[in-house]
T-cell receptor
Framework: SQTIHQWPATLVQPVGSPLSLECTVEGTSNPNLYWYRQAAGRGLQLLFYSVGIGQISSEVPQNLSASRPQDRQFILSSKKLLLSDSGFYLC???????????FGSGTRLTVV | GENVEQHPSTLSVQEGDSAVIKCTYSDSASNYFPWYKQELGKGPQLIIDIRSNVGEKKDQRIAVTLNKTAKHFSLHITETQPEDSAVYFCAAINNAGNMLTFGGGTRLMVKP
């Protein structure tokens, strides 16, 4: 069965520090992968999605970037965090032709 | 592109009562409609879904109905329990899409 791993679960980082969040999947190949952000009490904001290695589409301009160095690995990064980057970050897995998503457990990022 | 609207944004019910959450979509080509439940601090989990070739689907206390003509679908929870308290998201996608379009979410509170 397909599984998705996301870490860390919580992270407190100072303003101006770098960020790297990792998401890995198992039990599938060539999946679509997505990064979402959720502000407190708000909806799901799509940040990036990837349909294959090295293929990244950005949905909103921001202080973040994404990379997909391997088929089952999706990384969210920032060179310098802003206070506004705080939020709950979710990675999701969707197979081509498989409409539903499987979400990771999320990372709570607090920028101080 | 697709646009999904979800109502209400918050819903408070007494334990044992029923809860109904409604979503409308804009793209008549959408043919898959999942519902996700997100508990506090966790990633969304798929609870039920429906495809456009059926009008209703039921799984124990939850059911989803779809009206393709009116382009709306609803989640019905009967005999609500405190553990049903969560944020619920509806979504839609079509065959050609790589991404689900999510509604804004509904915070359901079940009072004991």
């Amino acid at each position: 069965s397909q599984t998705i791993h996301q870490w860390p679960a919580t992270l407190v980082q100072p303003v101006g520090s770098p960020l790297s969040l990792e998401c890995t999947v198992e039990g599938t190949s060539n999946p679509n992968l997505y990064w979402y952000r959720q502000a407190a009490g708000r909806g799901l904001q799509l940040l990036f999605y990837s349909v294959g290695i090295g293929q990244i589409s950005s949905e909103v301009p921001q202080n973040l970037s994404a990379s997909r160095p391997q088929d089952r690995q999706f990384i969210l990064s920032s060179k310098k965090l802003l206070l506004s980057d705080s939020g709950f970050y979710l990675c999701a897995l969707g197979g081509k032709g498989r409409y539903g998503y499987t979400f990771g457990s999320g990372t709570r990022l607090t920028v101080v | 592109g697709e646009n999904v609207e979800q109502h209400p944004s918050t819903l408070s019910v007494q334990e044992g009562d029923s809860a109904v959450i409604k979503c409308t979509y804009s793209d008549s080509a959408s043919n898959y409609f999942p519902w996700y439940k997100q508990e506090l601090g966790k990633g969304p989990q798929l609870i039920i879904d429906i495809r456009s070739n059926v009008g209703e689907k039921k799984d124990q206390r939850i059911a989803v109905t779809l009206n393709k003509t009116a382009k709306h679908f609803s989640l019905h929870i009967t005999e609500t329990q405190p553990e049903d308290s969560a944020v619920y998201f509806c979504a839609a996608i079509n065959n050609a899409g790589n991404m689900l379009t999510f509604g804004g979410g509904t915070r359901l509170m079940v009072k004991p």
